[in-house]
């Protein structure tokens, strides 16, 4: 299988404090490839650097073979982001922010109006297009922004917590639109907190723990992790947390970094 | 709870000055000064002529205070309504187990407090001022501290009726851009007139004190007039007169009725309004675009540029409403340096030196489109979070500040254009003054806002609402043109004390002017050029 996203050995620090200590991972085409991990472990951090939010130290990021550091707008061109608070110009209509941002990727403007139909009537937000985003709620902010990324329809689909703040309805219709994804050859790799749906839909999972890569765990091949993620999930943390209190630091029996279960 | 509920509200405005770093507060500080400066010198300056016809300082005392009572009340109508009818705030207690009579009392008395400081420092200096100039006892300054303690209650009480139709006439005004604009305009222009009337008043006072436009104003008619005038502005004449020992129990009386029933009214009325608002949903208008997608990312930045500067309410009123004003402020005050320069000491020096008119003149013209297009400074820190989604977007950081640029620069210049071209068309400049004030500026106008955004991209501020970059752009938007001002000083001086022939001076000054200019517009576009990438790229949220 192709590579889509080859994360090399990355490392990225606020100051003294080391955040990412040299996470590595490939992603394949077509998967759905799940990046878990408590708050403040490294998941929105590493997100970032992917996407070009935040510079790293070291290491390098590929996302369709280009290097977002070296060929960055090739690559931004290669995926659609959705932030895990919803972000969008308050000023504009849902309608306008979802036109500027196909504008940039130039999307046709035929393609345009079929697309935005599609998935506007998807997640049920098609009456509500030409009202100001300033009156919209969470949701509703949280529906343009998942929509503005899909509507050019990009080869990878990075979404970070994208199920906070969505109804069981919308986040189905999210379930239907990844699947859909899936089918098509593309790649969606997400952040979230939610054990249930990372495991109806990923492929794979990585559990981070102190920015580094703890599990990689292989769901589709080995349906006895999609099983018992949960447990696996809190196994990583809970033994973090005696560990605390024997007072080691870095090193512990199931912190096998990288450790490919497939 | 009410002690409470006051504790949070005086924290939320010791954040305010808090989080303005030192160059903003010493920045309001003399801008604070320089207005009262101008505001006693102002009645100072009129009441000792009252005092030297005979009649009529009383009255005018009366109207001034009565004046500045009224534009209390009017920042005070505003802050009312932002303490009263905010949004956030009514959100966040409405869930809480509070009394709405709590909330409405503790926001009374934060007002309250803010107005008895604000009033102290602008209206009583005018008492001590009267004081002086009519020689008043010591108990006369006591006394009138009273006004300061009392006068709140009258402005609050009215100013709580005035913010519910504020808050009415600014919802309607949110969903409609264009009146926005156009009302913007409308009051900057209404600024400008007075702002004009007053220079002039002022140019005069400092110039010929004798001058037919003041002995005019001074006769017997207008003094009767003012009098008259005076007996209806209750309470404060009320107030005054009663200070000043006049018809003592009667002006106390109506001054308390005055007082209380206007406190009392409002304080019922607004808290009616209150419950009202708490319980009202958000307005749902809709905005039909019919416009087509873009198939030029640039061009589709420059599109949200333009959006989000029509939309934006603090653009709009603080910047666009400004920019079109602009030219009718450079006028009035190009009008007032050339009289200026026309009679007294100043004539004769601008007859020994001719030319230094048109230096004056430029450095005005340089120097306010310079401030008033200062807005460059903000363009990235405006932007807030959504930078997060910028630095996501598959275009160049520099395009996108260059995008970011344009819509202001577009702006500034026509602003400029319709500025040299009233004040060529009215004949206060003349032609070569136009054309090289239009140009100097311009190339000043790009290199400012090109040093501004480069500043606010270096160090952007996206959380506080008040945005200290903005007070800092406008500071160092003085500094091109004061260097200009300050090299063209030395010259003329050089001239004046050397007694050079003085025929190519203004030639000489426009010419270093120009060279200086276009060395700071080559600086700015290589710095931006070598920096804009490096800048952004760091930019972590």
Redesign the interface.
């Known amino acids: 299988m192709d590579e889509i996203i080859k994360i090399n050995n990355l490392y990225k620090s606020y100051g003294e404090k080391e955040v990412i200590k040299g996470i590595s991972l490939d992603i394949y085409q077509g998967e759905v490839f799940g990046f878990i991990g408590k708050n403040g472990v490294g998941k929105s951090t590493t997100i970032d650097c992917m996407v070009g939010i935040k510079p790293f130290n070291s290491g390098e990021i590929y996302l369709d073979g280009f290097s977002i550091k070296k060929d960055a707008i090739k690559a931004k061109k290669t995926f659609g982001y959705v932030n895990s608070e919803p972000l969008c110009y308050e000023t504009m209509t849902g309608r306008e922010y979802i036109r500027f941002i196909a504008s940039i990727y130039k999307v046709r403007e035929k393609d345009f109006e079929k697309r935005l139909y599609e998935l506007a009537t998807e997640f049920d937000i098609l009456n509500d297009l030409d009202r100001l985003i300033s009156q919209y709620s969470h949701g509703m902010k949280q529906k343009i922004s998942l929509i503005s990324s899909l509507i050019y329809n990009p080869k990878i689909l990075i979404l970070d917590e994208p199920t906070v703040g969505l109804d069981v309805m919308v986040s189905q219709s999210l379930f239907k639109i990844i699947e859909e994804y899936r089918k098509n050859g593309k790649t969606v790799f997400v952040t979230s907190h939610n054990i249930d749906f990372v495991k109806r839909i990923c492929d794979r999972v990585a559990i981070i723990n102190n920015g580094k890569v703890i599990y990689l765990l292989d769901l589709k091949n080995k349906p006895q992790y999609r099983e018992h993620l949960e447990e696996i999930f809190l196994s990583v943390y809970s033994s973090d947390m005696k560990e605390e209190k024997v007072g080691k630091t870095q090193t512990h029996t199931i912190n096998v970094e990288n450790k490919d279960y497939r | 709870m009410v002690f409470t509920l006051l504790k949070k509200e005086f924290n939320a405005n010791k954040n305010i000055i808090n989080r303005q770093n030192i160059w903003m507060n010493i920045f309001s500080l003399v801008i604070s000064l320089i207005l009262m400066a101008l505001e006693i010198t102002l009645f100072v300056g009129v009441t000792s002529r009252f005092v030297f016809y005979g009649d009529g300082a009383e009255a005018f005392f009366i109207i001034f205070v009565y004046g500045l009572t009224i534009l209390e009340l009017i920042l005070c109508t505003r802050k009312i309504s932002k303490s009263l009818y905010d949004k956030n705030d009514n959100i966040i207690m409405l869930v809480r187990p509070i009394r709405s009579s709590s909330i409405i009392l503790s926001k009374l008395i934060n007002i309250y407090i803010r107005e008895v400081i604000s009033v102290f420092f602008i209206i009583y200096p005018i008492f001590i001022s009267y004081g002086i100039c009519s020689n008043l006892a010591l108990s006369f300054y006591f006394i009138s501290l009273l006004y300061i303690v009392l006068i709140p209650l009258f402005i609050i009480g009215v100013g709580l009726v005035l913010s519910i139709f504020y808050y009415y006439i600014s919802s309607f005004l949110a969903n409609h851009n264009f009146l926005q604009i156009i009302l913007g305009i409308a009051f900057f222009i209404v600024i400008c007139y007075f702002y004009g009337i007053v220079l002039n008043f002022v140019t005069s006072l400092v110039t010929s004190g004798d001058s037919n436009e003041l002995i005019n104003f001074f006769n017997t008619e207008n003094i009767n007039a003012m009098k008259n005038a005076s007996i209806y502005l209750g309470p404060t004449n009320y107030m005054i007169n009663a200070f000043l020992n006049i018809d003592l129990g009667q002006n106390i009386l109506y001054s308390a009725l005055i007082l209380i029933l206007s406190f009392i009214f409002g304080v019922l009325i607004a808290s009616a309004f209150y419950l009202l608002i708490r319980r009202s949903s958000?307005?749902?208008?809709?905005?039909?675009?019919s416009?087509?997608?873009?198939?030029?990312?640039f061009?589709?930045?420059i599109?949200?540029e333009i959006?989000?500067f029509f939309?934006?309410t603090n653009y709009i009123l603080n910047y666009i409403a400004l920019l079109v004003a602009g030219p009718y402020l450079i006028y009035i005050i190009i009008v007032a340096i050339n009289n200026l320069f026309t009679v007294g000491n100043m004539g004769a020096f601008a007859s020994l030196l001719p030319g230094i008119v048109g230096i004056f003149d430029i450095f005005i013209i340089v120097l306010f489109t310079g401030v008033i297009n200062s807005s460059a400074s903000t363009l990235i820190s405006n932007e807030k979070?959504?930078i997060?989604?910028n630095?996501?977007?598959?275009?160049?950081y520099f395009k996108q500040v260059l995008a970011k640029l344009c819509v202001p620069f577009f702006m500034s210049t026509l602003s400029l254009l319709i500025t040299c071209l009233v004040l060529y068309f009215s004949k206060a400049i003349d032609l070569e003054s136009f054309l090289i004030s239009f140009f100097i500026s311009l190339f000043l106008i790009l290199s400012n806002s090109i040093f501004s955004i480069y500043r606010d991209l270096k160090k952007p501020n996206f959380k506080d609402s008040i945005n200290n970059n903005l007070v800092s752009g406008i500071l160092w938007s003085l500094i091109f043109p004061f260097i200009l001002f300050f090299i063209n000083l030395i010259i003329i001086f050089i001239y004046y004390f050397n007694q050079i022939d003085s025929s190519y001076l203004f030639n000489l000054c426009v010419i270093i002017d120009s060279i200086i200019v276009f060395f700071i517009f080559v600086g700015s576009i290589l710095h931006i050029k070598r920096k804009a990438n490096t800048y952004y790229?760091?930019i972590?949220?």
Do not use: C, G, H
């Not at chain 2, 630095?391 to 160049?396: A, H, R």
């Open positions: 958000f307005s749902k208008t809709r905005y039909y675009s416009n087509k997608v873009i198939n030029s990312p061009n589709a930045l599109k949200k959006n989000l939309r934006d979070m959504m997060r989604i630095k996501v977007l598959p275009i160049s790229q760091k972590e949220v």
